[in-house]
């Protein structure tokens, strides 16, 4: 089970590409860090917002996890140094992700804060300097920030630091349905280059992350998801007022019903209620095709003899020079590539 904690909706930025800045929730109506107690056993938590550094007790509310969940990655603009370095020094197994935009220019412009980059990268650098490993940077890509990317990759790869992308989506929880990719063999002429190099990498890793950068050109394309989505099943989203929902990015209609609060019940009767249950019928038909790493990465795993098989094919293709263009590979029950993975 893996789960994103959404602990604020409050946000200092003023991203173009989510309003949820417009949209805060009042601080007497968020969760209580004890609440999470109610949790069940987790393999992986993503503590976000909003921006959860704005939370005062952001230090609860990891101590709690830590006894919930294997590993724990914050999500934060970076902004706030000096706190996320206290709370970061107490509990050095978590991981950090810090969303950058772009470059100086782009990334201020973009994230609507003045010197957000320099907050964020200098928040890194401290975190590097006093010795954690789980860092890195988090980058939104639309036609505004695409070849920013390239070089935000290359940063992180000469700091040695984690890279992780999204593209942009519309939904109810961004409060944005405007987003769009215009330029989309732009864009996806820098994911292909991305997607080049990870292949090149001998970390296991990056090659999984190759394959989740090709399922973001699949979606820039229009495509049908790479891996069936099973938000609600495999993963589930924790919103600020102690609702359980299956994500962050479905239809408006389906965004409003909450499978059940945990202020009011346990996550056992949530999970397994009525409610649920039809909520999980309703994901089988989303037509949104989305992918982000909080719904892919759980399906990439359970699913895994598909990414697995794509990379063997596509590694060895860039491997020979050939990694032009990235396809699909369907699976048969006595593929040979199945026989190669067991």
């Known amino acids: 089970m893996e789960a994103a904690i959404i602990t604020t909706y409050r946000c200092p930025n003023?991203?173009?590409?989510?309003?949820?800045?417009?949209?805060p929730t009042k601080r007497e109506e968020e969760f209580k860090p004890s609440l999470l107690e109610k949790l069940p056993s987790l393999e992986f938590a993503n503590v976000t917002g909003g921006e959860p550094f704005l939370r005062d007790d952001?230090?609860?509310?990891?101590?709690?996890?830590?006894?919930?969940?294997?590993?724990?990655?914050?999500?934060?603009?970076?902004?706030?140094?000096?706190?996320?370095?206290?709370?970061?020094?107490?509990?050095?197994?978590?991981?950090?992700?810090?969303?950058i935009e772009g470059l100086p220019a782009a990334n201020d412009e973009l994230r609507g804060v003045k010197d957000g980059f320099d907050h964020g990268l200098?928040?890194?650098l401290e975190l590097q300097r006093l010795g954690f490993k789980d860092i890195g940077f988090g980058i939104t890509v639309s036609d505004r920030n695409a070849k920013d990317m390239i070089e935000l990759y290359q940063l992180?790869?000469?700091?040695?630091v984690e890279f992780a992308t999204a593209a942009v989506h519309n939904s109810y929880y961004f409060h944005k349905y405007d987003n769009e990719i215009q330029k989309k063999e732009e864009v996806i002429t820098c994911f292909e280059e991305i997607v080049r190099d990870l292949l090149k990498s001998k970390k296991i890793k990056n090659l999984y992350r190759a394959y989740f950068n090709y399922g973001l050109i699949n979606y820039i394309r229009g495509n049908k998801r790479l891996l069936p989505c099973e938000a609600g099943t495999e993963n589930f989203f924790l919103d600020p007022w102690g609702d359980i929902r299956p994500c962050n990015g479905m239809e408006e209609n389906i965004w409003f019903e909450s499978m059940g609060n945990l202020?009011?019940?346990?996550?056992?009767?949530?999970?397994?209620?009525?409610?649920?249950?039809?909520?999980?019928?309703?994901?089988?038909?989303?037509?949104?095709?989305?992918?982000?790493?909080?719904?892919?990465?759980?399906?990439?795993?359970?699913?895994?003899?598909?990414?697995?098989a794509w990379i063997i094919k596509n590694k060895m293709k860039t491997d020979r020079g050939k990694g032009r263009g990235f396809g699909s590979l369907a699976l048969g029950k006595n593929n040979k590539v199945q026989s190669c993975i067991n």
């Open 14 to 23: 003023k991203c173009y590409m989510c309003n949820v800045w417009k949209h």
């Open 58 to 99: 952001i230090e609860e509310i990891i101590s709690v996890l830590r006894k919930k969940a294997k590993r724990i990655v914050m999500s934060t603009n970076g902004y706030f140094t000096q706190k996320i370095l206290a709370i970061a020094q107490k509990n050095k197994n978590i991981g950090i992700r810090i969303s």
């Open 122 to 124: 200098r928040t890194l």
């Open 156 to 160: 992180a790869k000469t700091m040695n």
């Open 263 to 308: 202020k009011e019940k346990s996550f056992e009767e949530i999970w397994r209620g009525e409610k649920a249950k039809q909520i999980r019928e309703k994901v089988k038909t989303c037509p949104k095709n989305c992918w982000m790493i909080g719904t892919a990465a759980p399906v990439m795993k359970k699913y895994f003899i598909k990414p697995t």
